[in-house]
């Protein structure tokens, strides 16, 4: 598939790059030399732009094993297989005591149980997936890093400003754009910094 003017392969049962992710990869800010982490990495599209962007370091972390295949083989497609390490892990389990730059998340939006791992991609059953991120995001970023966060206006935009404000972090709006010109549906992309 194409996104962004650029080729993607997507595995079955992997979350496919959509217009909820644009504003995130439109407006994050990485700078030369930083170290990345894309949470949720699905297809791999949010790190390989940040390794198109100067990104020293990537790490893809996804629970779903057809999204390590889709973003391993999107990495080596882009050249940047010496750049981006996609690892399985359940949110931060397998990074240890690895502290970033830059954390990016595009989560899912709604509380809706999720039978599955691919439904996982879509909802977020008790809002757990988002609470344990902001719960543990902050022992991975380094002192001045900063979070890049999706949300929508159809999802949980202020229990993502409640959760990130008991874990000690200023949310602001960064930018959004609608799905089409009905503007039913909109994606925001906030930028998260220690309070």
Known sequence: MRYLDKEFLVYPD?????ADSLPLVRHFKVAPGDSVLD???GSGV?????????????????INPAAIQSATHNAQMHGFAG????????????????????????????????????AMSQWDTDFKTNTRFFEGVGQHL?????????QSNFGEI??????????????????SEALDDTQRQRFFVYEMTRA
């Open 46 to 62: 949010i790190g390989v732009f940040a390794c198109y962007r100067g990104a020293a370091r990537v790490v893809g972390v996804d």
């Open 158 to 175: 202020e229990a993502m400003k409640r959760l990130a404000q008991a874990a000690g972090l200023q949310t602001t709006e960064l930018a």
């Open 83 to 118: 750049t981006m390490q996609v690892v399985q892990s359940n949110l931060f389990e397998a990074l240890g005591e690895e502290r970033f730059d830059v954390i990016m998340a595009n989560l899912p939006f709604r509380n809706k149980p999720a039978h599955d791992v691919v």
């Open 39 to 41: 949470v949720g990495t």
């Open 14 to 18: 992997t979350f496919w790059p959509f």
């Open 142 to 150: 380094k002192p001045k890093g900063r979070i890049y966060f999706v």
